[in-house]
């Protein structure tokens, strides 16, 4: 027979043992098009955070906008392996020899996976930022902000027209399982 309060604790731990939907990987097959859309909208926060990251260029003709987003040392550094890798690979391109095409070849694969990595380890860096402040110290934040600008009208962009760039299948209407 058991005890008043081994009863309740066999309960608990039961429920704690159950499988839960969280405990399980995420698996979604997308469509190759829906693939290829959200992996643009990463590229272009990519870009953006590079691009953000370089000293402004006094001589551009263009008025320069200056975010508040704060870059963290990982974001930093994985900037720094990406603009390293991805220099090491357009080198590799413009020195190739048709005699050492095998190793260039291998070479130029070790290489795309270093810049792969990087892009990676920026993106989880990015994600990752504690926010000590400003929300705005973000540079996703920061991103977004600048996806929501509409340069022709010089306004944000109305919500339909805003989330057609996270959504690419859902015509500006966002998906209900992902909201």
């Known amino acids: 027979m058991l005890s008043p309060l081994e009863s309740p604790r066999i309960r608990i ?16 097959e997308l469509k190759p098009s829906t693939y290829r859309a959200y992996r643009q909208v990463w590229q272009r926060l990519v870009c953006f955070a590079y691009r953000a990251s370089q000293p402004a260029d006094p001589e551009a003709e263009s008025a320069t906008v200056t975010l508040r987003h704060q870059y963290t040392t990982a974001q930093l550094a994985a900037l720094d392996a990406m603009e390293l890798a991805a220099t090491e690979l357009l080198r590799g391109h413009s020195d190739q020899h048709p ?3 095998d190793a260039t070849e291998v070479a ?3 290489v795309q996976e270093q810049l792969d990595r990087a892009c ?20 996703l934040v920061g991103f977004l902000a600048v996806l929501g600008v509409n340069a022709e009208n010089q306004t944000f962009r109305d ?7 996270l959504y690419p299948t859902g015509g500006g209407r966002p998906r209900p399982w992902l909201v």
């Open 99 to 101: 005699v050492e095409h």
């Open 159 to 165: 919500p339909y027209g805003y989330t057609s760039y």
């Open 13 to 28: 731990n039961s429920f704690l043992q159950r499988p839960r939907v969280w405990d399980r990987p995420i698996f979604i």
């Open 108 to 110: 130029t694969l070790a």
């Open 120 to 139: 990676l380890d920026l993106a989880i860096a990015l994600l990752d930022h504690p926010l000590k402040g400003d929300l705005f110290e973000s540079v």
